[in-house]
C-alpha cells in the first residue's frame, strides 16, 4: 500500500484506507526522487521541416504531374514548359509550406498542450502530425513523452525507437526513453539508452542524473554518485540531482555527506513556492469546528465557551510490547522501549505546545486513561529497503469505537545527524514524532487516508515546501539546531483551531 511510485513527482500510496470513519495519516514514506524531467522544447525550424519535406519524392513527383496536367495548352510548348516549371516551383513551395505548416501547427499545438499539462490533447495534435508527415521524429518523441506522463510507457518507448530511428542523433528521445524503461524497471536498459544521449551530448546533465537513479536501483552506489556529480557540475541548480546523490550517499553509508545533500537539494526546491496558509494543514472542517477532533477534545478539556477547564491526557508507551492496537496498521502494532531523549523530547513537544495554545496537556501512566497514546513501534512497509525516512501514523479510531488517539513512529534510516539538546535522538527521528504529534492535534495535509477532509490541504511530498514552512511537510532540513520544528505558521494554525493559551 505504501510506497508506490509516480515518476513525476514520485507520490508515496499511504495507508490510504479511511477506516470507517477514522482517518489514518501516514507520514513520510521515503522519499522517492522526483524525476521531474526538463520538458524538450526544441522545436524543428520551419526550414527544417521544409527541408524534409523535399525529400519525400514520392508524394512530389505526383504533384508535379497534376500540376502539369493543368498547363493550358495552345502555347508554345518551351514558354509553356518554362513556365510550368517555375509554376511548379512555386506551387510545390507553396503546397509544401503550407504542408509543413499544417504538421508544424499541430506539432505547436501539442506542445502547449503539453504545457498546459493536457496530455491526451497532446497526442491527438502529435498524432495529427505524424499523419501528415510520417518521417516527424520530434512528433514521435513528444508523443512519446506525453505517453509516459500519462503511465504509458510501452507505448511511450514504442514512439520514442521511431523517432530515433528517424533522426539517430535524437539525444533527447535516447533520454526519456531511457526514462520510460527505467519505470518499466529495465535499468539496464535505462543505463544503455542514457549513455547514448550522453554520447550524442555530453552535456546532457539529466541524462546523467537519471542514469544515477537506475544505478542506484542496480546498487552501483558509486557509478551513481559520480554520475550524480557530474549532472550537479553541469547544472548546479538541479535539486533532484543533490536528491539523488543523497540517497546514493545514504545508502552507501556515507550519512554526513548524504544529509549535505539533501539539505542542498531542499533549498534549490524551496526557491519556487508561494506561502503556505492555515487553511493549507488545517480542513475547513476542523476550522468549522465540526470534526470528531475538535468534538471530544472539547468535551474532554471542559470546553466552557472561552476556555478549557481541564487538561488533554498522552501516554507515552515506553516498554516492549506485542498488538498493541488493532486499530494500527498491522506492521506497526510491535512496539518498543524508548530512550530517555525520545521520551523527553516527547514530553517537551507537549510542553511547548501547552505553553502557545489555550487546551493543556498531562502526561498519564497508562493508555486507558490517555487520549493520545504514544508508541514507537516498527516501520510500516518495511519491506522497501531503499526508504530514505522513517515513518509514522496517527490513527483515529473507527466510528463507534471509544475517541482516543494512537501515534506510532519508526525509526528512521537517518540516524544522523542528532539533535544538540538530545544528544542521541537523531534529528530525522525528532521530526516524525514532532509531525504525528502535529496531526494528534488537528493539523493536516494532503493523503489518500483523509479524503475528502484534506482534499485542499498541500501536499507533503511537494519539494517545494519543507519543515522551515511547517511540520506537516514530510522535508525536511537536517539541522542539529532545530528542536521542536513547529513553524509559526503551525503555531498560527493550532492557535486557530484551540485557541491562544490564557496562562493557565
Ligand atoms: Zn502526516
Known amino acids: 500500500m505504501r510506497n508506490s511510485q509516480d515518476y513525476g513527482y514520485v507520490i508515496a ?79 510545390i513551395f507553396n503546397s509544401d509550406w503550407a504542408i509543413a505548416e499544417s504538421a508544424e501547427f499541430y506539432f505547436k499545438l501539442g506542445n502547449q498542450k503539453l504545457d498546459s499539462e493536457d496530455y491526451k490533447g497532446a497526442i491527438s495534435d502529435y498524432t495529427k502530425a505524424i499523419k501528415i508527415n510520417p518521417k516527424d521524429g520530434d512528433a514521435y518523441r513528444e508523443r512519446g513523452y506525453s505517453k509516459s506522463v500519462l503511465e504509458d510507457d510501452k507505448g511511450a518507448i514504442s514512439d520514442y525507437t521511431k523517432a530515433i530511428k528517424i533522426n539517430p542523433k535524437d539525444g533527447d528521445a535516447y533520454r526519456e526513453r531511457g526514462y520510460s524503461k527505467s519505470v518499466l524497471e529495465d535499468d539496464k536498459g535505462a543505463i544503455s539508452d542514457y549513455t547514448k544521449a550522453i554520447g550524442i551530448n555530453p552535456k546532457d546533465g539529466d541524462a546523467y542524473r537519471e542514469r544515477g537513479y537506475s544505478k542506484v536501483n542496480l546498487n552501483d552506489y558509486e557509478g551513481a554518485l559520480s554520475d550524480y556529480t557530474k549532472a550537479i557540475k553541469i547544472n548546479p541548480e538541479d535539486g533532484e540531482g543533490y536528491m539523488g546523490r543523497f540517497r546514493a550517499k545514504l545508502f552507501s553509508g556515507d550519512f554526513k555527506g548524504a544529509v549535505s545533500d539533501r539539505n542542498k537539494a531542499f533549498a534549490v526546491f524551496s526557491k519556487d513556492k508561494s506561502q503556505l496558509s492555515v487553511k493549507d494543514i488545517v480542513s475547513s472542517k476542523m476550522l468549522a469546528k465540526r470534526t470528531d477532533m475538535w468534538k471530544v477534545f472539547s468535551q474532554s478539556a471542559g470546553f466552557n465557551g472561552k476556555t478549557y477547564e481541564k487538561p488533554i491526557t498522552y501516554y507515552i508507551h515506553d516498554e516492549n510490547s506485542k498488538n498493541i492496537s488493532k486499530h494500527l496498521p498491522k506492521a506497526m502494532r510491535n512496539s518498543y522501549e524508548i530512550s530517555d531523549d525520545e521520551e523527553q523530547f516527547t514530553v517537551d513537544i507537549f510542553s511547548y505546545i501547552d505553553s502557545i495554545i489555550d487546551l493543556d496537556f498531562v502526561r498519564v501512566n497508562s493508555k486507558s486513561k490517555a487520549m493520545i497514546s504514544i508508541y514507537k513501534t516498527d516501520k510500516d512497509g518495511k519491506k522497501d529497503e531503499k526508504a530514505e525516512n522513517g515513518s509514522g501514523v496517527m490513527q483515529e479510531p473507527p466510528r463507534g469505537v471509544k475517541y482516543k488517539i494512537e501515534v506510532a513512529w519508526a525509526e528512521s534510516p537517518l540516524i544522523d545527524p542528532k539533535l544538540k539538546k538530545y544528544p542521541t535522538l537523531s534529528i530525522d527521528n525528532a521530526f516524525t514524532i514532532a509531525h504525528e504529534i502535529g496531526h494528534a492535534l488537528g493539523l493536516n495535509h494532503k493523503d489518500p487516508g483523509c479524503l475528502p477532509e484534506c482534499s485542499k490541504s498541500f501536499d507533503p511530498e511537494d519539494i517545494r515546501f519543507n519543515n522551515r514552512d511547517s511540520v506537516m511537510s514530510y522535508n525536511n532540513f537536517l539541522y542539529p539546531k532545530v528542536d521542536t520544528f513547529f513553524t509559526e505558521l503551525d503555531i498560527k494554525a493550532l492557535r486557530t483551531i484551540w485557541g491562544i493559551e490564557k496562562g493557565n
Open 13 to 91: 500510496v499511504l495507508l490510504g484506507d479511511k477506516i470507517q470513519g477514522g482517518f489514518t495519516w501516514v507520514l513520510r514514506c521515503s522519499y522517492s526522487p522526483s524525476l521531474k524531467r526538463n520538458r524538450i522544447k526544441s522545436v524543428f525550424s520551419t526550414v527544417g521541416i521544409l527541408m524534409k519535406r523535399i525529400f519525400d519524392m514520392k508524394k512530389r513527383t505526383a504533384f508535379i504531374g497534376a500540376i502539369l496536367s493543368l498547363m493550358p495548352l495552345g502555347q508554345p510548348f518551351l514558354i509553356k514548359t518554362s513556365i510550368a516549371l517555375v509554376t511548379a516551383k512555386i506551387v
